[in-house]
């Protein structure tokens, strides 16, 4: 078991208010993704638990891109990984912005 951990600084806190979101299910063979809005509005926390060691610099440029593209700032995001690929990761990021994205 690899844990990561990543600290982003943000141009703006993510839209909505809702405290927090979850999507996917690492059950299946893909992972979760539990959104937290916890942090400094100019902060994003990701921290990722994974069975597949060795890909610490795939999940550096697949969550730096979210964030640039998102800027989710005020979020801790917790990930925890059942081996899904960077594109399934990309995917379950944007869905979880866009879940806090709602009022509360």
């Not at 979101?21 to 993704?33: Q, Y």
């Not at 994003?44 to 999940?59: L, R």
């Not at 979020?75 to 912005?97: E, H, K, M, W, Y």
């Amino acid at each position: 078991m690899e844990t990561l951990h990543f600290r982003h600084s943000t141009q703006k806190a993510a839209s909505g208010s809702k405290p927090m979101a979850i999507t996917g299910v690492v059950a299946s063979g893909n992972l979760e993704v539990l959104l937290e809005r916890v942090l400094p509005p100019d902060a994003c926390e990701v921290a990722i638990e994974t069975p597949v060691g060795g890909y610490g610099d795939v999940w550096e440029a697949v969550v730096a891109d979210f964030v640039a593209r998102t800027q989710p700032g005020g979020l801790r995001i917790s990930i925890n990984d059942g081996g899904a690929r960077p594109d399934t990761v990309s995917l379950r990021l944007a869905q979880g912005a866009r879940l806090m994205e709602a009022s509360a």
